[in-house]
């Protein structure tokens, strides 16, 4: 279907958790609450899209 490079899986797999640790960490605060679900939705969609990327290049 198309090609990864595995630094790119890996980049990305690091920018969902990233994303994901940012939402964590800011959810205490009371100001800037809407975009907590943003950055929890976002990280979780590039951490699916990191380890699928990352299980493509490993089977291939």
């Given amino acids: 279907m198309f ?3 595995i630094f ?3 980049i ?3 920018m969902g958790i ?3 640790s ?3 960490n800011r959810r205490k605060q009371p100001t800037n609450k809407g975009g907590i679900r943003a950055f929890m939705a ?5 951490t ?3 380890i699928v ?4 290049v490993l089977m291939k």
């Fill in 53 to 56: 990327m990352i299980v493509r």
């Fill in 12 to 14: 990305v797999l690091i």
């Fill in 3 to 5: 090609n990864v490079n």
């Fill in 48 to 50: 699916i899209a990191g």
């Fill in 22 to 24: 940012y939402a964590f």
């Fill in 8 to 10: 790119t899986a890996i």
């Fill in 42 to 46: 976002l990280g979780i969609i590039f």
């Fill in 18 to 20: 990233y994303d994901m």
